[in-house]
Every structure is written in C-alpha cells, then in structure tokens.
C-alpha cells in the first residue's frame, strides 16, 4: 500500500468540495470517500443537522475506526484515495498521529461568499462551522511535524481556470494531471453521503467546473461579524495558496 497516494483534502462547507471530489473520481486511477468523520462529529458535539439519524447510522462514530480506514487497505487497487475531509470536523479530542501518511491539501474560498451559501442551509453559522481556525492550526502542525507545507487552492481560482489549477494542484500533490478531472457525468454517485439529497443540488445537476461570477452578498450583521472573525485567517491561507 506504499505506491497509494492518500489525498485528505480539507476545506469548509458550501465550498466547491463536492465538485472537487467528482473531479478525483473521474481519473482513472482513483477512489474516493465522502466527509468520512460526519457521524464522528455529529455524535461527539450532539449537534443537529439535517438527516442527522441518517448519517448516524450510515458512518462510525469512533474517530480511531475511521481514522484506521483512511489509513487501511485501499478498495479496487487504486493508486490515489481521495478523501473529501470537512476541516470543522476535526474535534479536539482526535490525535493526529494517523495524518502522518496522508498527503494533505487545503481548499478554501472568501467567508461572506461561503456564508452567503450557508445561509440558505441552515440558520446559523459561527466561525467554528466555517473550519478557517481548524484549517489554520493544521496547517502549522503539518508545518512543524512533517516539515513540509500543504498546497492551498482557492475554489475563485479552480473556478476561473480549472485547468491550470488542477494541473498545478496534481503537481503540488505527486500525481499525474488528467484532463478527466474537468468533467463527470450528472447525478448521484454510491460514494456521494447520505446528507447528498439536501446539500448536493448544484452538483448534481453539474457536468463540470462552473465559471466563477462575483455575487453580490448580503449578509445579516450578525453573520457580518462572524465573516469578520473569520477573515484574519482567509487571509492567512489566501498569501499562501497556489496561485494563477
């Protein structure tokens, strides 16, 4: 299982994560695995998501069993196992020796555009959901424990040239670029989670990257100070993205 490049990408909700993981199961060479941790996260905080029983039932609870597939033997004989991570679910009480061999990316976009999306979904949000905190304090502990800094896309950039940036992503991670990545067919996948019937519309009726437009957002003064909270550490992950 040496020759199996294990790609965690991690982003924050209402992200182009979904379409990304389309993108990686459209190689030829690759598996995927969706938000893997959910029932870890919704068991452990006793939050209330939508489909929230589904997902109980449909995932482990335990971190450490998740944790051992994600690190375990690899279904198909694939060379690449692509697993959509979302970085909020990254609880406290979760050790990291298992990341140790995995190959970690980043995927980020602007607060108030991710909020704005949010927004639709569920009432509320805090920075904590967003994931930009959890992002940045894996990142510096993949920094100073495995010496090396994890590639950072922006979903602006994969948007305005998907092209390039996956070919410089794949670069970044490893593995060959294909020109599979940039299109799938539409609908629901086996490996889609059970939560893909309320957060998947776009995607589902997708057959690629759609180009990025500017929106006009209007967030509520309280979502306002939660994209301010948030902005500090967009930044930081912004300055060290691969850029066009």
């Known amino acids: 299982m040496t020759d199996v490049t294990r790609i965690a990408m991690w982003s924050g909700p209402r992200n182009i994560s ?29 939050l209330d ?34 697993q959509k991570q979302m970085a909020h679910h990254l609880l406290p009480e979760m050790e990291r020796d298992w990341m140790r061999g995995l190959t970690h990316a980043f995927l980020i976009r602007e607060p108030r555009e991710m909020l704005s999306s949010y927004d639709v979904k569920r009432e509320k949000a ?41 070919h410089d992503l794949c670069l970044e991670l490893g593995i060959g670029y294909q020109p599979s990545m940039l299109s799938w067919e539409p609908g629901p996948r086996t490996t889609d989670g059970v939560w893909a019937e309320h957060w998947y519309d776009a995607v589902l009726g997708s057959t690629g990257f759609r180009p990025y437009k500017a929106k006009d957002v209007q967030l509520s003064p309280e979502l306002e100070k939660v994209a301010a909270e948030a902005q500090p550490y967009y930044e930081f992950l912004k300055d060290r993205r691969i850029q066009l």
């Open 49 to 82: 998501h939508p489909v929230s029983k589904e997902i109980l039932a449909s995932q482990p609870t335990d971190w450490r069993e998740v944790a051992n597939a994600m690190t375990g033997a690899v279904r198909g004989g694939a060379k690449v196992f692509y």
């Open 126 to 166: 805090t920075v904590e959901d967003l994931g930009f905190k959890q992002q940045v304090d894996l990142y510096n502990w993949l920094l100073e424990e495995l010496g090396a800094a994890p590639p950072i896309i922006d979903s602006k950039d994969v948007l305005t040239n998907p092209g390039q940036m996956l």
């Open 18 to 46: 979904t379409a990304l993981m389309r993108s990686f199961e459209s190689r030829d060479d690759s598996v995927v695995v969706d938000e893997p941790f959910y029932a870890f996260f919704l068991h452990s905080t006793g």
